[in-house]
């Protein structure tokens, strides 16, 4: 039987998390707290309030939240090694719970949540109008998710760079690094362009809005190397 995205992600970050930090913001050109920044800035939220981040890995966006808005968060991902790896880096404490379980079914009431955030998980599902939903099912009306993950550059020139990058330097590099990270180098170019072509960022939005959210807005960062997309649970 052909492995689904969801068992697909399982294996990819299973040998990654004790060095997932360091070579995904060299990976990056040292875009990606940039990215993160500007996620958490979308939510409204403060020291009364509890956000969830879907796929949280190594906790970087977890951390993220805490530091800058000082809510309390809930880390969840499907991965016990990335999960361990954000136990060791932020401890469990008041403000910080880690959880293991899957983006599709959320072990949490409806309306449990004040924000929400996703960093890197709309690739790995299986079924993003059903992600998306459970994502919604699991926000209190008027709060807000925003999620991110890598686009593929728009502009030729750009897109040309991008392309060197995915196809020659990233293979390059991560097998340098490890077997697992030569493994993500030949897997993400191929997976992003397969996204990007099946979700455009105007279909994205559209399927948020079909997901029960409002006020659906999408920017395009590092000259469209990220989208991210954020609205408000209706
Ligand atoms: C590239 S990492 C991103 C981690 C973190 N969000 C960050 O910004 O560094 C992707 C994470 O998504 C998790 N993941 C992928 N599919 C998932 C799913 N269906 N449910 C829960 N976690 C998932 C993987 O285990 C991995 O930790």
Not at 103 to 109: G, I, M, T, W
Not at 124 to 142: F, H, N, Q
Not at 151 to 179: E, H, K, M, Q, Y
Request: glycine content about 10%.
């Amino acid at each position: 039987m052909a492995q689904t995205r969801t068992e697909l992600a399982r294996g990819l970050f299973a040998p990654l998390g004790p060095t997932y930090d360091r070579y995904a913001t060299l990976l990056s050109f040292a875009q990606d707290p940039r990215w993160r920044r500007f996620l958490v800035s979308r939510l409204r939220v403060g020291a009364d309030d509890t956000v969830v981040d879907v796929a949280c890995g190594t906790g970087a966006v977890v951390r993220e939240l805490v530091r800058r808005t000082g809510c309390s968060a809930v880390g969840v991902d499907q991965s016990p090694e990335m999960l361990a790896e954000a136990r060791r880096r932020l401890g469990e404490t008041t403000r910080v719970r880690l959880v293991e379980a899957t983006a599709e079914q959320l072990p949490f009431e409806d309306a449990s949540f004040d924000g929400l955030t996703a960093a890197y998980l709309l690739r790995y599902l299986d079924d993003l109008p059903a992600g998306l939903s459970e994502l919604a099912r699991v926000l209190r009306p008027g709060a807000t998710a925003a999620l991110l993950d890598f686009g593929v550059p728009p502009g030729p020139l750009p897109r040309a760079a991008w392309n060197l990058w995915v196809d020659v330097g990233l293979p390059t590099l991560g097998r340098a690094i490890s077997p697992g990270w030569h493994e993500v180098g030949r897997f993400l170019g191929g997976s992003i362009r397969e996204f990007d072509d099946r979700w455009t960022v105007r279909r994205l939005v559209d399927a948020l809005g079909e997901a029960g959210f409002e006020d659906v807005r999408a920017r395009r960062l590092s000259l469209g190397g990220c989208t991210v997309l954020w609205g408000r649970r209706a």
